[in-house]
């Protein structure tokens, strides 16, 4: 069974194979209308990443004979993937999907700095993590100083020239050990009981992680930070915004 039929059968129980799960690099792929509706279709399989984690959905086109439909938002509906389109198109119909890959690949880098970063902070000791997006991430309570964040900056780009492969794999709910990580065991209570795989990511060394989301394959590929600026948050929270060359 590959990684999306993994995860379509026992973490979400979707209809739809999410192949970005298995490959986060594909961005053009055939598939087959199963579901239709006004200005929706559900796929048999889809490159589309929906909305999810922070990540937001992908864009792109769904090419169908002649016509060509945009795909605006994707989003997961109960066992479904709803891809959002400006016009319809009919149940069985076989469709090529092409995503707006420049954008796509930019949440991946993002994401994936946010995942280094995340670890990164950890080893500084700035305290946990109490949100993170692809732009920012918050600590509540913390001490976190500049020259930490310089440490940090530092780390960051010695990690990116080291180009370290990030690992992703399935680990039994059960199997896995999240120790005294008050975060990682509030973050375990919140998925559903029926989930008993959880897709891992792993930067070795460095950070470790359960996450549904896109991921480049090294932190090479990551890229060098232009910015990591530290600010005051709201309720005491240490905020750091981060940009990538
Ligand atoms: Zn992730």
Redo the contacts with the bound molecule.
């Keep these: 069974m590959t990684e999306g039929e993994v995860e379509r059968s026992v973490s979400r129980g979707f209809m739809t194979i999410p192949i970005y799960a298995d490959d986060s690099y594909i961005s053009e792929f055939d598939a087959t209308v199963i579901r239709e509706g006004p200005r929706f279709v559900v796929l048999d399989k889809t490159a589309f990443y929906p909305e999810s984690?922070g990540q937001p959905s992908d864009t792109g086109l769904l090419r169908h004979g002649s016509q060509t439909v945009r795909v605006f938002k994707v989003l997961r509906r109960g066992r479904d993937i709803f891809h959002y389109i400006d016009s319809d198109l009919p149940k069985g119909a076989a469709v090529h999907g092409v995503l707006d890959w420049d954008e796509r690949f930019l949440n991946m880098r993002r994401?994936s700095a946010e995942?280094l970063l995340s670890g990164l902070f950890e080893r500084a000791g700035a305290g946990p993590k109490v949100y993170s997006d692809m732009k920012r991430i918050e600590f509540k309570p913390s001490d976190l100083t500049e020259d930490g964040v310089r440490q940090v900056e530092a780390w960051f780009n010695e990690a990116v020239d080291a180009d370290i492969p990030i690992r992703i794999y399935y680990a039994a709910r059960s199997e896995l050990d999240v120790g005294d990580d008050e975060r990682k065991r509030m973050f375990l209570q919140k998925i559903p009981r029926s989930v008993e795989r959880l897709r891992m990511?792993e930067i070795p060394d460095y950070d470790l992680?359960f996450?549904f989301?896109t991921?480049v394959r090294s932190t090479g590929e990551i890229g060098h930070l232009a910015e990591l600026e530290l600010v005051e948050g709201k309720k005491g929270r240490r905020v750091v915004l981060f940009t990538l060359e």
């Design positions: 984690g994401h995942h990511v992680n996450c989301g991921h």
